[in-house]
């Protein structure tokens, strides 16, 4: 007769051979063509647990027993076992928390293993900040938006089997979350480098004494000046203008921008 199985479960048959040999002979038995796994012992007990592969098959088992008597004599049956295949659910790896500064970009590979043979498609979701994204092997990637610098940002990753063979359809599933916090940049400002100049008294100065400032996000900048003579300025983009006048000829002058 046949037989229904759930994979992971363990067959035991007792396919015990009788003999009316007188003497009693001794009795061999074996399988033909088993799946693999399956054992008889040497009572005639069959047995065997469909592991990894093994589900949604079905399988012939046949016993051949031999007498040792000369010359030998057999016998054999044979049954049909029916696997089905049971789901077990997907395994997301442990992602530990992150930091970002600025508009650093991130890129987490949150792929899934998938204990189901043969495998079956696995479909992943993610929940987390604006503009973050997962693909269909579970890599995560996102860069943050100037408005997000800075920000605590929380991403849970769902992924979901799709197995046509499991009993009942079941689909099966598998969550994990981690956070990445967004720090700002404040390096401070950088001014460029300034040579020494002659002027003539009654003409004007200008520099150019504009700052880079590489912080996310962006900040002000105030520019003024330090003991710088008389009459000089600077603006609020770092120009500095001076036109030297009436007692300030035949004079060595140092203007130093703070920004």
Known sequence: ???TLAQ???LRVTNT??????PVLGLTYSLANAPAGAAIDTNGVISWTPGAGQGHTTNTITTVVRDAGVPPLSATNSFVVVVNEINV???LPGQGNRTLFGQQALMVTNTASEPDMPPVTLAYQLTGPTGAVIDGNGVISWTPALAQVPSTNVFTTVVTDSNPWSVNSQHLSATNSFTVVVNVIH????LPAQVGLTLAQYATLTVTNTASDSDVPSLGLTYNLVGAPLGAAVNTNGVITWTPGAGQGHTTNTITTVV
């Open 8 to 10: 992971y479960a363990t």
């Open 1 to 3: 007769a046949g037989l």
């Open 89 to 91: 659910a997907p395994v």
């Open 17 to 22: 051979a009788s003999d009316s040999d007188l």
């Open 187 to 190: 390096n401070g400002p950088v």
